[in-house]
């Protein structure tokens, strides 16, 4: 499978943005999935995921309550909706699939099988 991720930009402070990770190649539909982000001269950092079942998310605790996640099993695609946005929202957003993924792990990135090549959302003040 092959995961393209889309829609960053720039957006001011307290506006929203969406973005968007389609996958090619193989169905994601019954795969965990994950958004994670990485600002310069940090680590990357989980943002939200969904379980295999796609009603079960989970979100990072700086982003719980302003960010959705979705899955789209028709389009095969994953959404990140972010509302109220902050400076420090700032980063490259990865998509990343967890074919292997067992529950416990779903907030560590090395447990992530595939990987999308990320989309910049900057966010000013």
């Known amino acids: 499978v092959q995961l393209q991720a889309s829609g960053g930009g720039l957006v001011q402070a307290g506006h929203s943005l969406s973005i968007s990770c389609a996958a090619s190649g193989r169905t994601v539909s019954r795969v965990a999935m994950g958004w994670f982000r990485q600002a310069p001269g940090k680590e990357r950092e989980f943002v939200a995921g969904?379980?295999?079942?796609?009603?079960?998310?989970y979100y990072g605790d700086s982003v719980r309550g302003r960010f959705t996640i979705s899955r789209d099993n028709a389009k095969n695609t994953l959404y990140l909706q972010m509302d109220n946005l902050k400076p420090e929202d700032t980063a490259v957003y990865f998509c990343a699939a967890g074919y292997t993924l067992i529950y416990s792990s779903r907030f560590d990135a090395n447990q992530y099988n595939v990987w999308g090549q990320g989309t910049l959302v900057t966010v000013s003040s």
């Open positions: 969904v379980w295999r079942d796609g009603q079960l998310t």
